[in-house]
């Protein structure tokens, strides 16, 4: 069965340093990846995605996040931290055998120090 | 687009009741999705509509869940006979088309609190 790991519960960055969320995942066959966010006692929102193509993926808010088949890895990052970035991050795949149902890792908050 | 919403985004209720929530999806999302949040986890997948149809639902989903979208709509979940730990955030999503790379667009969720 397919998993996501995501290292670390919490992690915390001070204002300005970058960013580095980590997101493993199991897959057999090529997945395709997100990285939602959540804020507090809201929704999660979409912050990029990898479908095919460029494994170097663009998102909102400035994160990006990259594609290594070799790692199994997807790994999400911003050069500078700042205090709106404060939250709750998600990786989550689907793949064939996850017929359309979103894997989701167990999350990583982002704390950021002033 | 108006977004997804849920209705009510809170509700606490006393252990042995019934409680329905409603999502209403982004207009013309045929896939809808159930999902159920609990503090620390990810979301955990309960079951999800293509239109009208309930195609799949998750062991997760006791006799005591249902859900329904009798026109294709919104959908509506409903908790039979609440225990202390259906406590939790269920939130619903929404998507445009059937396809393992299309994004689902959350709704803010409902918390419900059984006590």
């Known amino acids: 069965a397919q998993s996501v790991t995501q290292l670390g519960s919490h992690v915390s960055v001070s204002e300005g340093a970058l960013v580095l969320l980590r997101c493993n995942y199991s897959?057999?066959?090529?997945?395709?990846l997100f990285w939602y966010v959540q804020y507090p006692n809201q929704g999660l929102q979409l912050l990029l995605k990898?479908?095919?193509?460029a494994t170097l993926v663009k998102g909102i808010n400035g994160f990006e996040a990259e594609f290594k088949k070799s790692e199994t890895s997807f790994h999400l990052t911003k050069p500078s931290a700042h205090m709106s970035d404060a939250a709750e991050y998600f990786c989550a795949v689907s793949d064939l055998g996850s017929n359309y149902q979103l894997i989701w890792g167990a999350g990583t908050k982002l704390i950021i120090k002033p | 687009d108006t977004g997804v919403s849920q209705d009510p985004r809170h509700k606490i209720t006393k252990r042995g009741q019934n409680v329905t929530f409603r999502c209403d999806p982004i207009?013309?999302?045929?896939?809808l999705y159930w999902y159920r949040q609990t503090l620390g986890q990810g979301p955990e997948f309960l079951t999800y509509f293509q239109n009208e149809a309930q195609l799949e639902k998750s062991r997760l989903l006791s006799d005591r869940f249902s859900a329904e979208r009798p026109k294709g709509s919104f959908s509506t979940l409903e908790i039979q006979r609440t225990e202390q730990g259906d406590s939790a955030m269920y939130l619903c999503?929404?998507?445009?088309?059937?396809?393992?790379?299309?994004?689902?667009?959350f709704g803010p969720g409902t918390r419900l609190l059984v006590l």
């Open positions: 207009s013309e999302h045929n896939r």
């Open positions: 990898y479908t095919t193509g």
């Open positions: 999503a929404s998507s445009p088309r059937t396809g393992l790379q299309e994004t689902q667009y």
């Open positions: 897959s057999s066959v090529p997945p395709y």
